[in-house]
């Protein structure tokens, strides 16, 4: 199991010690270190906060620090209902502009790639539902060996795929899109996926 302890220094913000299983995997190391630095960097940025705060307004207790604590960011419905059309317009350029729904799904894929195991729990269900289905029905799209661009428009929209599930940390999510990608009569076996 990974920790991250912390350990002061001379009354400096404290320096994060990783520890791991004996033989982990990289991404389990990557995620594991990424976890641990911002971790620590939100400590760092709350004391200075705190801090802050503090000399401002001379000695503050507890329920004053709670009020200063911004609440949970909740997505407005305007915005998802924009983020499903732009869904929908990458799924109709498919066919009349594969270059830009290229595009499209490479910077969907930069942006997923950064994010951690489980962090789109918390997202709202109607838009990722909506995402899920997109990258899962161009993914299974059917190719032939002669299309080049399609055939590396279902292999970056797998890519999108693995990293979409393993954000959001659905395990029936994961079933369903490495099920689809197995059972799609072999056109992956071909195609380099990041």
Not at 7 to 28: Q, T, Y
Not at 96 to 106: E, G, K, N, T, V
Request: net charge negative; aromatic share 6%; glycine share 6%.
């Amino acid at each position: 199991m990974a920790r991250c302890e912390s350990e002061a220094l001379d009354g400096a913000f404290p320096v994060p010690d990783i520890k791991l299983h004996s033989n982990p995997s990289a991404f389990n190391v990557y995620c594991n270190v990424r976890h641990c630095v911002l971790d620590w960097q939100q400590k760092e940025t709350t004391l200075a906060l705190a801090s802050r705060n503090s000399a401002q307004s001379g000695d503050s207790d507890s329920e004053e620090e709670e009020e200063y604590r911004e609440p949970a960011v909740k997505l407005p419905k305007i915005i998802g209902i924009g983020l499903c059309g732009v869904f929908e317009l990458i799924k109709e350029t498919r066919f009349s502009h594969p270059s830009l729904c290229l595009r499209s799904l490479q910077a969907l894929l930069d942006m997923l790639q950064g994010q951690q195991p489980e962090s789109f729990q918390t997202e709202p269900p109607d838009v990722l539902e909506s995402l899920f289905h997109l990258l899962l029905e161009t993914t299974v799209r059917s190719t032939g060996m002669n299309d080049p661009t399609g055939q590396t428009l279902t292999a970056l929209s797998c890519a999108c795929l693995f990293s979409l599930v393993v954000a959001w940390g659905d395990t029936g999510k994961t079933l369903q899109a490495v099920s689809a990608i197995l059972t799609n009569n072999g056109s992956h076996a071909c195609q380099t996926i990041q």
